[in-house]
């Protein structure tokens, strides 16, 4: 079967990605106060204590609390 793969990229490569890849969801893990100090472009915030439960939501209820359709199986997810 598939493995699963965790890549480290660098600010260079993840910004060609976000300009080219699809589909592609870019995941802001930090608190939402830490979100004082900037955002990510094009990510949306999902705070790491969170991600379990946030991806265990039915599609609408991940589009209704995050903005976004729920990533499909295959969509690549950046974790910033």
Do not use: C, Y
């Not at 903005?67 to 199986?73: A, R, S, W």
């Amino acid at each position: 079967g598939k493995e699963d793969k965790i890549a480290i990229i660098d600010k260079a490569s993840l910004a060609q990605r976000l300009e080219h890849a699809d589909p592609l969801m870019f995941i802001d893990v930090r608190e939402p106060s830490e979100l004082l100090h900037g955002k990510f472009p094009k990510a949306i915030n999902i705070p790491l204590g969170q991600l379990n439960r946030a991806f265990g939501l039915r599609p609408g209820e991940f589009r209704k609390e995050f903005g976004v359709e729920k990533p499909l199986p295959e969509t690549e997810i950046v974790f910033a």
